[in-house]
């Protein structure tokens, strides 16, 4: 076993007993929770190790950086999430790789994704990214949508051939009245799910929780946690 796969191998268990802790002390169970490494910034080769580790869950946050690294990786049986903010002008690559897109907030990127998804003969999972830091403009400060904009995006989403509404996503808020309150951010947001899935009953995928809160998220009850530097380490640089 080479260096980096000893690392990997070893982070990836701290991290499996992280959630299977969290699950244990939520009264869940540990396959309720799906681990989703987010593996920006590093290579193709880290990507090709993890999946060997039994990681089948990657995502992204830049297509220029996803495109050539899911390329290289597509003899891989892995499940790729988009979980950056999303240019129109990008749509059409990243539908080629990416399975699921989390970072759904507007209705113009709604329809871009449906028409991209179409023509690539291809049916793309979405989840509609929660801000609850919105400001009067209904935006939040890392992109998402106001929880008012939460039914306006479902419909037309369950509307639109070649896209799929999976569920909401959310990033805890730096600013705002959930500011340093993951717990209950989190709380809110499957609240929002409760709501959603009375007229969307199939889209009941929550993915909330990172390296720092993923206990949080899996006690108020995400589905999906989406955890990078703990897997993989901080970057030199990076900070």
């Known amino acids: 076993m080479t260096d980096r796969k000893a690392q990997l191998a070893a982070n990836l268990a701290k991290v499996e007993r992280r959630i299977a802790e969290a699950c244990a002390a939520a009264g869940r169970e540990r396959e309720e929770v799906t681990l989703i490494v987010v593996t920006k910034t590093y290579p193709a080769s880290d990507v090709r190790i993890l999946s060997e580790l039994g990681v089948r869950h990657v995502a992204e946050n830049k297509d220029q950086d996803a495109a050539p690294k899911a390329a290289e990786c597509s003899d891989l049986p892995l ?16 539908v080629r790789y990416a399975d699921l897109v989390q970072s759904v907030d507007r209705s113009r990127l709604v329809t871009a994704l449906s028409k991209e998804a179409v023509r690539a003969g291809r049916e793309v999972g979405c989840l509609i990214q929660v801000a609850l830091d919105a400001d009067d403009s209904g935006r939040g400060a890392r992109g998402g949508v106001g929880p008012d904009g939460i039914e306006e995006l479902a419909d037309l989403l369950a509307a639109s051939p070649g896209v799929r509404l999976d569920g909401l996503m959310t990033v805890a808020p730096l600013t705002g009245e959930y500011a340093g309150r993951r717990r209950e951010a989190f709380g809110r947001l499957m609240d929002l799910s409760t709501d959603l899935r009375r007229a969307h009953p199939a889209a009941n995928m929550v993915s909330a929780g990172m390296s720092a809160d993923l206990e949080e998220a899996v006690a108020a009850g995400a589905t999906h946690v989406r955890v990078g530097t703990a897997v993989l380490g901080v970057r030199p640089g990076l900070g």
């Open 79 to 94: 499940v790729w999430h988009f979980v950056g903010q999303l240019q129109t002008n990008k749509v059409r690559s990243v």
